[in-house]
């Protein structure tokens, strides 16, 4: 069956520093989107992404952040110097087309910003 | 603005039936999800309603009254491994569709 993928499962990263979080969603996906989820809190909607661009973004999203599609396969989230604050589960997901309503869910990266 | 009201925690026993309840106050309405979600891992779709009544499939069925602003999700049959968080989410409108998450219920299921 196919699934969304994400790595890395785990990283930790010093204030400041920039991060890469990469998704591979499901193949033939059209929407694709970035949620998080702090421990112990709700999920939520960083940003959507339809046909090459930004399609939606929360006011979480900010200048710091940044998605890119960058092959045909591949669906990364940058945030450009992290902050403690950003310690999170970073989840990416995918969904088939406009006519199909969920959402798949990867695995999730757990950032860790010391 | 948007909200979403679930229960913090529920507990049940195994053989049993539990209702978790979700209101929800959004801004639009294009539809209310439910995905099921193990602790330390991805959520996973459980159930879409966007016209009122009830979806049923297997042993999970949900339920959406949009004049109320109000679901729920009921699970039969409990068994040990449905001890998870339930997550009710709103999609405010159609399109490209983000999903507007409640704070989850955590369901535990003892012996």
């Not at chain 1, 339809?50 to 979480?60: D, L, T």
């Not at chain 2, 193990?38 to 959520?43: I, L, R, T």
């Not at chain 2, 409990?78 to 989850?104: E, I």
Request: with cysteine; hydrophobic share 35%.
């Amino acid at each position: 069956e196919p699934e969304v993928t994400q790595t890395p499962s785990h990283q930790v990263t010093q204030m400041g520093q920039e991060v890469i979080l990469r998704c591979v969603p499901i193949s033939n996906h059209l929407y694709f989107y970035w949620y998080r989820q702090i421990l112990g809190q709700k999920v939520e909607f960083l940003v959507s992404f339809y046909n090459n661009e930004i399609s939606e973004k929360s006011e979480i999203f900010d200048d710091q952040f940044s998605v890119e599609r960058p092959d045909g396969s591949n669906f990364t989230l940058k945030i450009r110097s992290t902050k403690l604050e950003d310690s999170a589960m970073y989840f990416c997901a995918s969904r088939a087309g406009q006519a199909y309503n969920e959402q798949f869910f990867g695995p999730g990266t757990r950032l860790t910003v010391l | 603005g948007q909200n979403i009201d679930q229960p913090t925690e529920m507990t049940a026993t195994e053989g049993a039936i539990v209702q978790i309840n979700c209101t929800y106050q959004t801004s639009g309405f294009n539809g209310l999800f439910w995905y099921q979600q193990h602790a330390g891992e991805a959520p996973t779709f459980l159930s879409y309603n966007v016209l009122d009544g009830l979806e049923e499939k297997g042993r999970f069925s949900s339920f959406l009254s949009r004049s109320k602003g109000y679901s729920y999700l009921l699970l039969k049959e409990l068994q040990m491994k449905d001890s998870a968080s339930y997550l009710c989410a709103v999609s405010p409108r159609a399109g490209f569709q983000k999903l507007v998450f409640g704070t989850g219920t955590r369901l535990l299921v003892s012996p």
